[in-house]
Nanobody, 115 residues
Framework: QVQLAESGGGLVQPGGSLRLSCAAS????????MGWYRQAPGKARELVAS???????NYGDSVKGRFTISRDNTKNTPSLQMNNLKPEDTAVYYC?????????WGQGTQVTVSS
């Protein structure tokens, strides 16, 4: 069983940047989908950004042009570069990897954007 762990969250001022990383407890040899989700208090979890094994990138409308998802090619885990952060980006961020039809999630990392 693969366990994922996010890191890189924290408190940042509006306009600032953070980089989130996702570490896996075991090697992930193949993936079909990897992505970042977020969940703000009182709201449903939403997809922020994703990559498929065919190389398709997808971003939520609210983060396009500000966030960039990338993949560690050897570990098959995602990272998320977040620039020009806004208060509405405040949420718990989760990484997700789907490998051989199994979906793995991390416990989440808190991102708070506030002055």
């Amino acid at each position: 069983q693969v366990q994922l762990a996010e890191s890189g969250g924290g408190l940042v001022q509006p306009g600032g940047s953070l980089r989130l990383s996702c570490a896996a407890s075991k090697d992930i040899f193949s993936f079909s989908f990897m992505g970042w989700y977020r969940q703000a208090p009182g709201k449903a979890r939403e997809l922020v950004a994703s990559i498929t094994n065919s190389g398709a990138y997808n971003y939520g409308d609210s983060v396009k042009g500000r966030f960039t998802i990338s993949r560690d090619n050897t570990k098959n885990t995602p990272s998320l570069q977040m620039n020009n952060l806004k208060p509405e980006d405040t949420a718990v961020y989760y990484c997700n990897v789907i490998s051989f039809l199994k979906s793995y999630w991390g416990q989440g990392t808190q991102v708070t954007v506030s002055s």
